[in-house]
């Protein structure tokens, strides 16, 4: 048994130090950036940010309205890609840029996939992304799952996880030639793997670990799970995101899909569950297989409207941390981050 003493940093653990800044305004802050994939040497310029792809966030209502703020949108692996296609047909150059298509790794995943970019191609509408994920990327068969994926889609920008560990993260960039990994076990809002397994790493050390690596060998990393706040996405990319995923920020919206409901006051409700709860499971396998547990749940969030008031306030946030910290871009908060560990009563603006 081994036991690793450095303490390990959630984004509730820290904040920004604010420094001298030459910006006036949050209008100055650039919050697009350019970045050229490795292997896919594919161009992208956007917003970076992903819708997660749960069933309840990845939609393609979720796309249309993210696609305006060139934020992409991850759809589920269960999405009927005839409706993507058809809507993308409408406006090919700017609408693909800003989609993944997810799969997991099975032989059914693998053959959803291939027939997903198969219409996509039939019908001249191109793929940028793909997102490969599974609940486990530390899985030694993984990395080759990813190598057959990318030798089959060259030209395709490649994501995949979930991981937390620097050495898988750097290895599924040289050996499973993905260009973006995704990292965050454990974190998410709705998932019950640290209750279940006793599993995760708190998520600001994991991107901060994976972060280091993967750019050392001219990748990038997406931050997965434990945005509760626009602060949250701040300190993602302060630890080394250069992308963050968002699933119960996104959900809850006229956009996410879920079911309605409303108690006796007239408050209306909207669902959202793991993609790994029974929930889940029931929908689209029939069921939790005896061998293994569901490590999601469902809960009931209030409706929160339009998805565009939450997408505004969280840019606006970002804005404002760059603004704090002295940053002029996006992409430069990683640079003028100072963190300081806080106390716990710091922390109680979380509770
Ligand atoms: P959130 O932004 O809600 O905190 O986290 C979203 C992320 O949680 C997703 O992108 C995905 O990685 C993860 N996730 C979604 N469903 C489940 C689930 O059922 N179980 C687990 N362990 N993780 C999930």
Same mark, same amino acid.
């Given at each position: ?116 970019? @198969? ?6 509408? !191109? ?68 209750? @279940? ?5 708190? @998520?600001? !050390? ?27 996405? !701040? ?33 209306? +409700? ?14 689209? +396998?029939?069921?939790?297989? !005896? ?11 209030? +409706? ?19 603004? +704090? ?27």
């Amino acid at each position: 048994m081994i036991i690793e003493n450095e303490v390990k940093l959630d984004f509730n653990n820290v904040l920004f130090r604010p420094q001298t800044t030459k910006l006036t305004s949050r209008k100055q802050v650039e919050l697009l950036r350019t970045i050229t994939f490795k292997h896919s040497r594919q161009s992208w310029t956007g917003i970076p940010i992903l819708a997660s792809n749960m069933d309840t966030v990845g939609t393609l209502e979720m796309a249309k309205v993210l696609n305006r703020y060139q934020i992409i949108t991850c759809f589920h692996k269960f999405i009927d890609m005839n409706k993507v296609v058809e809507w993308c047909k409408q406006d090919h150059t700017f609408r693909s840029s800003y989609f993944a298509i997810s799969t997991g790794i099975t032989e059914k995943d693998m053959e959803r996939l291939d027939a997903n970019i @198969q219409l996509c191609h039939d019908n001249n509408v !191109s793929v940028q992304f793909i997102c490969i994920d599974v609940a486990n990327g530390h899985m030694e068969s993984f990395i080759q799952t990813c190598a057959n994926i990318r030798s089959k889609y060259p030209n395709i920008t490649l994501i995949a996880g979930n991981v937390v560990g620097g050495e898988v993260a750097e290895k599924l960039i040289t050996e499973g030639k993905v260009d973006i990994v995704k990292v965050g076990i454990g974190s998410g809002s709705v998932c019950t793997t640290r209750l @279940q397994t006793g599993v995760g790493m708190p @998520q600001l !050390s994991a991107v901060m670990e994976c972060a280091e690596r993967v750019h050392s060998v001219g990748g990038y990393v997406i931050s997965d799970g434990g945005v509760c706040v626009p602060g949250d996405i !701040s300190k993602a990319y302060g630890g080394g995101a250069d992308f963050v995923m968002m699933g119960g920020m996104l959900a809850g919206h006229k956009e996410s899909g879920g079911e309605l409901s409303q108690d006796e006051d007239g408050n209306v +409700y909207v669902s959202f569950y793991g993609m790994s709860s029974s929930n889940a499971m029931k929908k689209y +396998y029939g069921g939790v297989a !005896s061998h293994r547990s569901a490590e999601g749940k469902i809960v009931r969030l209030k +409706y929160k409207g339009e998805v565009k008031n939450t997408i505004e306030n969280a840019l606006g946030g970002v804005r404002s941390t760059c603004t +704090y910290i002295g940053a002029n871009r996006l992409e430069d908060i990683y640079n003028h981050t100072i963190f300081m560990l806080v106390n716990q009563q710091a922390n109680q603006i979380y509770s």
